[in-house]
C-alpha cells in the first residue's frame, strides 16, 4: 500500500511541476491518454458487437497421447485430489497427468496428494521438488520435462480445477488444421452464489470481449489453465519465461510472433475457485497487471516493429495486454491539482477539460460495454453489478499500471486456497481508496465554491467511482463462506470416495 501513496505522490508532484514548468508537455501527455482510453474503448466497443467466430471441428482420433500439467504450490489436498479425481473420470484413454508440486513445505499437504496419485494408477505421475525457481513457470517447465516421448499434446490445468469428462475430446476435435497450435477455453468458476454474481460476470468480460476479438484478428492468447497445445510448438518455442508473472501470456507473445495460430473456444470445460476475499482478489488483478506490464516493457517495440504480424494482430496483442490497466489517474490528479492553480491561463484550462473528458469517454465505453457484451446474458442487476465491481477496481487497475513501469522487483502473489479464520482489514484494502475518496470531495467542494459546478460534478463523480472498491468488498464477501461449504462437500465425496475404493479392492480380494 505505501507504493501506491508513493506512486500518487510522485504522479502529484512531477504533474504539478510540469504544469508550472513545461505546460506543454503535460497538455500533449493527456491528449495522448484521451487518445489511448478513445482507442481502447473503441476495439472494447467494437468487440462487444462482434458475433462468435465460426470455427472449425471434426470427431477427433482417440488414440492421440495427452499429457496433463497441474502446477502446484501449497494447494489444500482435498482440492488438488478433487482435480485429479475430474481428470481420471475422463473420457479418454491414452493420457497422463503429471502433478508438480513446488516447495510446499509441509509434508502434510502434498503427501496425501502423492498417495492419492498412486491409487489413481500408473499414468498419474507426482513430483515433490524443493528450491524449484520460477513458481508455476518453474513447474511447468519441470513437468515438460518429464513428459512421456509419446506425448503430441500438452495441456495446462490449475490444481483447483473440475474438468467435464469430456474435456479432451472436446479439445481435440478443433486441431482440424495443420496450422492450429493450441486450443484455449475460457477460466470459470464453481464457488459462485447469486451473492457474488457481480464478481464472476467481470471476470467473464475479458473473455467475451478480448478473447473473442482475438479468433477474428488471429492472435489468441494463452490465458493459463485449460489449455492445449501441439507439444512439438512448445518444443520450438522454448519454455515458459520464470521471471513473468503472468508466463502464461508471455509464451502466448511467443506463440503469436511465430506466427503460429491459436483458438478460443467459448465452452465452458472446467471450473475453478475464485478468491475469496478482497485483498486475495486485488492481489490477483494486481499480478495480472504487473504481468501484462513485463510484457510490455519486454516486448513492445518488437512487437510494434515485427513485420509477421499485421496491423489487426498488433491491435490485438495491445488491446489484450492493456485489458487491465486503467489510464485515468494521471487525468484525475490534474483535475485535482486544477482547483489548486486553475486559472485562465489557457494550457491548464484545456488540460482540465481534456482530463474530465477523458474521465466521462471511460466511464461511457466501459458503461456500453458490459451492457453490450451481456444485454442477452444476465439480467440488468447482473450487468450492473459486474460494472460496479470493474469500476470499483479503478485503484488497482490505474496504479499498479504505473508501479509496473517504475519497479522492475515483482513477487508472484498466489491465490490462496485454505481457509484463513481471520478476515483481511478493510482499512488496509482500501486505503488508497479512501485517500483518493478524501481528495476528490475536498477538491469537489473546492470547485463548487468558487462556482465550477461541472468540475465539481466531475470530482464528485470520480469520489463514488472510489466508493465502489466498498461494493467490491461487500461483493466478494460471501464467497468465504460459501467455498468453505463447497470444500466440505468436496472432503465428504473424497472420503466417500476412498471407502468405496477400499470395498471394492477388498471384493476384488
Given amino acids: 500500500m505505501a507504493a501506491d501513496f508513493l506512486v500518487i505522490l510522485t504522479l502529484l508532484i512531477t504533474l504539478g511541476l510540469g504544469l508550472i514548468y513545461f505546460p506543454w508537455i503535460i497538455l500533449a501527455l493527456l491528449i495522448a491518454i484521451f487518445i489511448i482510453v478513445l482507442l481502447q474503448g473503441s476495439v472494447e466497443l467494437i468487440a462487444s458487437f462482434l458475433p462468435l467466430f465460426p470455427l472449425k471441428f471434426s470427431n477427433p482420433t482417440l488414440d492421440r497421447f495427452v499429457s496433463i500439467h497441474i502446477p502446484s504450490f501449497n494447494e489444500p489436498a482435498d482440492i488438488l485430489k478433487n482435480t485429479l479425481k475430474h481428470l481420471s473420470l475422463l473420457k479418454y484413454k491414452n493420457y497422463e497427468v503429471i502433478v508438480v508440486d513446488n516447495n510446499t513445505v509441509d509434508e502434510a499437504v502434498w503427501k496425501p496428494v502423492e ?19 520460477g513458481f508455476k513457470a518453474g513447474a511447468l517447465n519441470f513437468a515438460q520435462n518429464e513428459t512421456s516421448p509419446e506425448a503430441e499434446f500438452i495441456v495446462v490445468v490449475d490444481a483447483d480445477y473440475e474438468v467435464k469428462p469430456q474435456f479432451l475430446k472436446e479439445a481435440l476435435s478443433y486441431f482440424v488444421d495443420d496450422d492450429v497450435a493450441f486450443v484455449q477455453f475460457p477460466q470459470a468458476y464453481m464457488n459462485i452464489t447469486g451473492e457474488n454474481k457481480g464478481v464472476a460476470v467481470e471476470y467473464e468480460h475479458f473473455f467475451k470481449i478480448y478473447m473473442k476479438m482475438a479468433n477474428y484478428f488471429n492472435c489468441v492468447p494463452s490465458t493459463g489453465t485449460l489449455v492445449i497445445f501441439r507439444r512439438n510448438v512448445l518444443n520450438e518455442i522454448g519454455f515458459y519465461d520464470k521471471k513473468c508473472l503472468t508466463e502464461d501470456a508471455e509464451i502466448g507473445t511467443r ?6 495460430k491459436g483458438i478460443y473456444i467459448d465452452k465452458v470445460m472446467g471450473r475453478g475457485l475464485m478468491p475469496y476475499d478482497i485483498e486475495a482478489y486485488k492481489k490477483q488483478k494486481s499480478r495480472w497487471a504487473c504481468g501484462n ?25 495491445f488491446s489484450e495486454m492493456t485489458a487491465w490497466f486503467n489510464f485515468t489517474l494521471i487525468p484525475i490528479l490534474v483535475i485535482f491539482l486544477g482547483s489548486i492553480g486553475y486559472n485562465n491561463n489557457f494550457i491548464w484550462k484545456m488540460s482540465i477539460l481534456i482530463s474530465a473528458f477523458t474521465i466521462y469517454l471511460f466511464f461511457a465505453t466501459k458503461l456500453v460495454s458490459f451492457v453490450a457484451t451481456f444485454a442477452n446474458v444476465y439480467p440488468t442487476k447482473y450487468i450492473l453489478r459486474a460494472l460496479f465491481v470493474h469500476f470499483g477496481m479503478v485503484a488497482v487497475y490505474s496504479t499498479t499500471f504505473i508501479k509496473s513501469f517504475l519497479d522492475t522487483n515483482f513477487s508472484f502473489e498466489r491465490t490462496n486456497k485454505f481457509i484463513l479464520p481471520q478476515k483481511p482489514s478493510i482499512l488496509k484494502n482500501t486505503s488508497i481508496e479512501i485517500f483518493i475518496i478524501i481528495i476528490s470531495l475536498m477538491v469537489g467542494l473546492n470547485y463548487f465554491i468558487n462556482n465550477n459546478s461541472v468540475l465539481a460534478f466531475t470530482t464528485f463523480l470520480i469520489a463514488i467511482n472510489y466508493l465502489l472498491i466498498f461494493y467490491v468488498y461487500w461483493e466478494i464477501s460471501p464467497t468465504k463462506k460459501y467455498s468453505a461449504k463447497l470444500i466440505n462437500e468436496i472432503k465428504k465425496s473424497m472420503a466417500e470416495n ?6 471394492n479392492k477388498s471384493s476384488f480380494k
Fill in 115 to 133: 498417495k492419492y496419485c498412486n491409487e489413481l494408477g500408473n499414468n498419474f505421475k507426482f513430483f515433490h521438488v524443493d528450491k524449484l525457481e
Fill in 293 to 317: 506490464a513485463q510484457i510490455l516493457k519486454k516486448d513492445f517495440l518488437r512487437i510494434l516493429f515485427d513485420k509477421r504480424l499485421n496491423f489487426k494482430q498488433k491491435v490485438c496483442f
Fill in 498 to 503: 476412498k471407502q468405496s475404493f477400499s470395498t
Fill in 255 to 260: 506463440l503469436i510472433e511465430a506466427s503460429r
